[in-house]
């Protein structure tokens, strides 16, 4: 089946300190990748995407890049902010699927100024 | 451009009770999809509906159920309600529901039943 592992939270940074998220995905058929953030009381909203293997996904300073070798799309951003705190969820969609999302289990980012 | 809006925002219900939610998508959208957030499941696809089809289904009971209009807003149903269906129900809409097309979430109908 399909489905997607993300590294466990919270993960707990200063201000302007570097983020990896870590994502694996295990995929029937070549799936696209997809980061969504979630702000506390808010619904997902897209925060990058990739389609294909060597595409980098990028969005307000997190980048993402889809290593088909490795089964990952491994979220960076080289400084955070205080404003970065929220939830992040990597997911896939197949397209023997259509678009249904398959979601990790999201990780709880905070920073501290 | 409106975003995706679901309506109410907050609901109560007891046990046994049935619920409609519902989600307009963003104009121009055809494909609407609803997914269920709980702490313990995270979050869980239900269904999608594309031009008032249902194209593709979760593994949730059949006290589950949406529909989609003409005019591709959604509703989605819950029957005789359990403790264990309190969630955040989030709805997204698509262009045109493939798998690559981005999909655009509401803020979500925040359920607690007693």
């Known amino acids: 089946g399909n489905s997607v592992t993300q590294m466990e939270g919270p993960v707990t940074l200063s201000e302007e300190a570097f983020l990896t998220i870590n994502c694996t995905y295990t995929?029937?058929?070549?799936?696209?990748l997809f980061w969504y953030v979630q702000y506390p009381g808010e619904g997902l909203q897209l925060l990058l995407k990739a389609t294909k293997a060597d595409d980098k996904g990028s969005n307000k300073g997190f980048e993402a890049t889809y290593r088909k070798e490795t089964t990952s799309f491994h979220l960076e951003k080289g400084s955070v902010q205080v404003s970065d705190s929220a939830v992040y969820f990597c997911?896939?969609?197949?397209?023997?699927?259509?678009?249904?999302?398959?979601f990790g289990a999201g990780t709880i980012l905070r920073v501290k100024s | 451009k409106a975003g995706v809006t679901q309506t109410p925002r907050y609901l109560i219900k007891t046990r046994g009770q049935q619920v409609t939610l519902s989600c307009s998508p963003i104009?121009?959208?055809?494909?609407v999809s609803w997914y269920q957030q709980t702490p313990g499941q995270g979050l869980q696809f239900l269904f999608e509906y594309f031009s008032e089809t249902q194209r593709n289904k979760g593994n949730f009971p059949g006290r589950f159920s949406g529909r989609q209009f003409s005019n591709s807003r959604s509703e989605m149903n819950v029957s005789t309600l359990e403790l264990g269906d309190s969630a955040l129900y989030l709805c997204?809409?698509?262009?045109?529901?493939?798998?690559?097309?981005?999909?655009?979430f509401g803020p979500g109908t925040r359920l607690t039943v007693l």
């Open positions: 995929a029937t058929g070549y799936p696209s």
């Open positions: 997204a809409s698509s262009r045109s529901g493939r798998e690559a097309d981005t999909q655009y």
């Open positions: 104009s121009g959208h055809r494909s």
């Open positions: 997911a896939l969609s197949v397209p023997e699927g259509g678009n249904k999302l398959v």
